[in-house]
């Protein structure tokens, strides 16, 4: 009789611990939500923002698109 999903699952977690593993729970945004996505466009505002204000940044991405311009074929 084949074993049940739950002596699979212990089975499976005592050989990563085994291994050196431990579990770990991660919480995450939730992509779906419409919050989400307007949280995203309001922080990506805010990045570009700051990013137009800061010229030696500015400086340093032109510097570093031209090193990939000439490494270009």
């Given at each position: 009789?084949?074993?049940?999903?739950s002596?699979?699952?212990q089975?499976?977690r005592?050989a990563l611990?085994?291994?050196?593993?431990?579990?770990?729970?991660?919480?995450v945004?939730?992509t779906?939500?419409?919050?989400?996505?307007?949280e995203?466009?309001?922080?990506?505002?805010l990045?570009?923002?700051?990013?137009?204000?800061?010229?030696?940044?500015?400086?340093?991405m032109?510097?570093a698109l031209?090193?990939?311009?000439r490494?270009?074929?």
């Amino acid at each position: 009789m084949p074993a049940s999903s739950s002596a699979r699952v212990q089975k499976r977690r005592a050989a990563l611990r085994k291994a050196g593993l431990r579990p770990v729970q991660i919480w995450v945004p939730d992509t779906r939500s419409r919050r989400f996505a307007s949280e995203c466009r309001r922080q990506s505002r805010l990045a570009a923002q700051a990013d137009r204000r800061d010229m030696e940044l500015q400086r340093f991405m032109d510097a570093a698109l031209d090193d990939i311009s000439r490494d270009m074929p």
